[in-house]
């Protein structure tokens, strides 16, 4: 099983005819995405020639989910033009918005976040985000699909980076989905959002969370965990090293005072039950002894 991405899901991409747009379905298609359009205003009625598939372009998502029954939209479009392009996504009854696109203005995502809430029809992922992906099966963005296998385990990161990473330090355990949830102020999917569905996911048996300085999201993640999560949770928050005051790659990654270090991040995590690495790598241990553990529980 995976969560909101599945061998099922069809997918179009907002954007395709672009250059990342272009490059990037080229890859979810090689990965076994179930790639069923592109969307370009404009270019309605054109086709584009992928190795191994045609993928034809419609001018606008309405035109797209008529056409190819699309549930997934992956958008890989201007910073300017990605606040219509979502609302747009929305508007046509697409299930699952992936917002690739980095530099959105803050108020835009709050904007067309709010917008698509209060339609009640779809959920977004990012912006400034890599995507998801449920190996084997679908892989909606950006997260390379040569990296890990289908597994057991769920990731959910803010960081498109460590994402990769863990997938790979992992791949002999694999993965039931990932999602890079992205770093900007505002997310559509949050951590809790993410941890909550591999809970309910009866093919995920454990979850590793990334995070990193800035906000309270990890905070939050924390008591959410502690009072509604029965799996084994490891984590990691990027940025124990970064100083006070200055933004560290993502919008949102920003200490002010003692709120949003990596340190209080950390502690929250650790009174939640969570156990927390000091690297990527050291997370990664902990969650392969946590696994190895069972298996030896199990008689395994």
């Known amino acids: 099983m995976a969560i909101f ?18 490059k990037h379905t080229q890859r979810m298609l090689s990965s076994g995405t179930n790639v069923v359009g592109g969307v370009t205003p404009g270019k309605g009625g054109q086709r584009v020639d992928f190795v191994g598939a045609t993928v034809p372009v419609f001018g606008s998502v309405a035109e797209a989910v008529e056409a190819t029954g699309a549930d997934v939209s992956v958008v890989f479009v201007p910073p300017k033009f990605t606040k219509g392009a979502v609302i ?24 067309f976040f709010a917008y698509a809430q209060s339609k009640g029809t779809a959920r977004i992922v990012g912006p400034n985000c890599p995507g998801l992906i449920s190996p084997g099966k679908s892989n909606a963005g950006i997260i390379p699909a040569d990296i890990t296998e289908p597994g057991r385990l769920g990731l ?14 992992l791949r ?28 309910n996911d009866p093919e995920t048996d ?29 984590a990691y928050v990027a940025g124990f090293t970064a100083p006070e005051g200055k933004t560290m790659g993502h919008a949102g990654a920003i200490v002010s005072g003692s709120s949003g270090t990596a340190e209080a991040k950390k502690e929250a995590l650790e009174a939640a039950g969570v156990k927390v690495g000091k690297t990527p790598s050291a997370t990664a241990q902990l969650m392969r002894d946590l696994l190895q553990g069972q ?5 395994g």
């Open 172 to 199: 002999d355990f694999g993965f039931s989905s990932a999602i890079g949830i992205g770093g900007d102020p505002i997310v559509g999917t949050t951590h809790i959002d993410a941890v909550q569905a591999f809970e």
């Open 5 to 22: 991405l599945t061998e099922d899901s069809r997918v179009i991409v907002q954007g395709m005819t672009g250059s990342e747009g272009s």
């Open 206 to 234: 454990a979850i590793v969370m990334i995070g990193e300085i800035g906000g309270d999201a990890e905070e939050r993640a924390a008591a959410y965990i502690k009072d509604n999560i029965t799996k084994p949770v490891v």
């Open 88 to 111: 747009e996504s929305v508007d046509a009854g697409i299930a699952l918005v992936v917002v690739i696109t980095e530099g959105v203005p803050v108020r835009d995502t709050a904007e």
């Open 156 to 169: 959910v990161s803010k960081s498109g980076t460590l994402t990769y990473q863990m997938m790979y330090e």
């Open 295 to 299: 298996r030896l529980a199990e008689g």
